[in-house]
Structure formats: C-alpha cells, structure tokens
C-alpha cells in the first residue's frame, strides 16, 4: 500500500510524524512534514490521488481541509485539542501504526452534503454547511423546504445543515443532537433563533433540501469555504455521492463521547 503522511505544523506533531515515517519505511509526504525531514515534499491535492490511503497527524482541522482534496482512506493521530474525528491519541500512535501494517484494521465511510448556490455546485462538506447573517447584529429571516414543503421559517443568526459526522462539531453547539456518524441523515440546527421558535430537526438523506434568505448572507462550508449567498439564490443541499473513509482499529463512538464530551457526572457526585 502506498501511504501519504500530512502533519498539522507543530514541533509535537512533527516529532510524531517522523516516527510514523520511520515505521512506514516510505510515504509520501506533505510539504511541510517533508521539510521537517529534509525529504521531497507534496501538496495535499497530490497526496490525494497518487496515495491509497493517508495518514493525518493533527486535529480535525487537518482532517477536514484533507478531506477537500481526496476520497482515500484517512487514518488520524490526535495532536490537536479536542480531536474528536480522529481516530488514536499520540501516545498510542506506535501501537496504532503496527497494527494498520499488520492489516488489523477496517474502513468506515461516512455520509457528505452535496451543495449547489444557484447554478454554482459547492464543495462537498464533511463537517456541515452553515449560514451566517452577512451583517453582524443583525437578524437573518430564513426559510427551509423539505421536498418542495415549507418546513421552517425564522429569524435569527443563521442555520447549519450538519451530516452525522458534524453533529458533534458547530451544530452540536447551537444545540442539535449528537448523531451516530454511521447514519445518513440531515441534521438541521438553527442559529440563535428569535423567540426560540424554531428547533433542531433530523431528516432523511434522501430528501432535497432548498433555503431561502430575505438579506444578504454568507455560506460557510466546514470551515475552510466562504461564499455570498443572496436574497435572489436559492440554495440547494442533497446527499453527495462521495463518501469521507476513515481507516479504524477499534474505535467507539458512544465511548468518545463519554471521552471527549464529558457526558458523565462530576467526580464529586
């Protein structure tokens, strides 16, 4: 198998990076990683289609901007803060890598949006789709179709439109629910809505969605893309054809939110 190893620019992930490198015995390296070890180095979009699978040593921001360049397998070491898309911790990284090269591993694929903004596709989103008032302090009227339905309308400071996977990232903070990343729905958080009269929904992913705004707003797509959307487009979201591989050892879930999101009760209970 012809690996790609990118690292997030930091001296602790670089350190583990290069004995990731030394284990694999040869990889293709991002330029930064490469540079750290005096080796030629690649761009992220070139990693994406010469390597059959990539390993990512960082945070979920790495993850995510890989995520734009390829639809290869990724496997994820956290060196980042939280990390909750990542797959192993640091420390386990050594042990982790053994077992990937022994073939002690499977590959999870998980849902995306597929957006258009008038007659414009977007990139796909791994993460969610989030609509933002163009204008601070000022209030959003948005509207939300379901198939042709009228589903919801409200003022406020936008909507996201998370996949599964997001659900524990943006959405998760505005109050929508944490879903398993292996179902294929939508899950629909609106922003600070006015009065609180609109509420988080989960919708099927074979339905189209399509969102309506009164003034001007802004279309950011996990982070990374921005784009204007105006009151004359119509936005369009459906599921994408392409699908986010990630490479996993024995990774749980429900046992990474117990982790990472503190769900449990404080020790002095």
Same mark, same amino acid.
């Given at each position: 198998?012809?690996?790609?190893?990118?690292?997030?620019?930091?001296?602790?992930?670089?350190?583990?990076?290069?004995?990731?490198?030394?284990?694999?015995?040869?990889?293709?390296? /991002?330029?930064?990683? @490469?540079?750290?070890?005096?080796?030629?180095?690649?761009?992220? !979009? $070139?990693?994406?289609?010469?390597?059959?699978?990539?390993?990512?040593?960082?945070?979920?921001?790495?993850?995510?901007?890989?995520?734009?360049?390829?639809?290869?397998?990724?496997?994820?070491?956290?060196?980042?803060? %939280?990390?909750?898309?990542?797959?192993?911790?640091?420390?386990?990284?050594?042990?982790?890598?053994?077992?990937?090269?022994?073939?002690?591993?499977?590959? $999870?694929?998980?849902?995306?949006?597929?957006?258009?903004?008038?007659? $414009?596709?977007? *990139?796909?989103?791994?993460?969610?789709? @989030?609509?933002?008032? @163009?204008?601070?302090?000022?209030?959003?009227?948005?509207?939300?179709?379901?198939?042709?339905?009228?589903?919801?309308?409200?003022?406020?400071?936008?909507?996201?439109?998370?996949?599964?996977?997001?659900?524990?990232?943006?959405?998760?903070?505005?109050?929508?629910?944490?879903?398993?990343?292996?179902? /294929?729905?939508?899950?629909?958080?609106?922003?600070?809505?006015?009065?609180? %009269?609109?509420?988080?929904?989960?919708?099927?992913?074979?339905?189209?969605?399509? %969102?309506?705004?009164?003034?001007?707003?802004?279309?950011?797509?996990?982070?990374?893309?921005?784009?204007?959307?105006?009151? &004359?487009?119509?936005?369009?979201?459906?599921?994408?054809?392409?699908?986010?591989?990630?490479? !996993?050892?024995?990774?749980?879930?429900?046992?990474? %939110?117990?982790?990472?999101? &503190?769900?449990?009760? *404080?020790?002095?209970?």
């Amino acid at each position: 198998m012809r690996w790609g190893l990118i690292c997030k620019p930091s001296e602790n992930s670089f350190l583990v990076g290069k004995k990731v490198y030394e284990m694999l015995g040869e990889a293709i390296l /991002e330029y930064k990683i @490469a540079e750290y070890l005096g080796k030629k180095g690649h761009s992220i !979009k $070139e990693i994406g289609e010469r390597a059959d699978a990539i390993i990512i040593v960082g945070g979920d921001g790495t993850i995510l901007m890989t995520l734009q360049h390829t639809d290869k397998p990724i496997f994820s070491i956290n060196t980042g803060r %939280i990390g909750f898309l990542t797959e192993i911790e640091a420390r386990k990284a050594e042990q982790a890598i053994k077992e990937i090269i022994n073939g002690n591993y499977h590959v $999870e694929e998980r849902m995306r949006l597929k957006a258009k903004l008038g007659r $414009e596709t977007l *990139p796909d989103a791994a993460n969610e789709l @989030a609509i933002h008032t @163009a204008n601070v302090g000022k209030i959003l009227f948005v509207k939300l179709y379901v198939d042709g339905v009228l589903t919801q309308s409200f003022y406020g400071d936008g909507l996201i439109i998370s996949t599964p996977m997001g659900s524990t990232s943006y959405a998760l903070s505005v109050g929508g629910p944490v879903v398993d990343p292996t179902l /294929e729905v939508f899950i629909v958080a609106p922003i600070a809505p006015f009065r609180h %009269i609109a509420s988080a929904l989960v919708i099927p992913s074979d339905k189209k969605l399509k %969102i309506t705004v009164e003034k001007p707003a802004k279309i950011a797509l996990d982070g990374i893309h921005t784009y204007d959307f105006k009151p &004359s487009q119509k936005l369009e979201i459906v599921k994408s054809e392409r699908k986010a591989r990630f490479i !996993k050892i024995n990774d749980n879930f429900y046992k990474k %939110i117990y982790r990472k999101l &503190s769900f449990r009760y *404080p020790k002095s209970l």
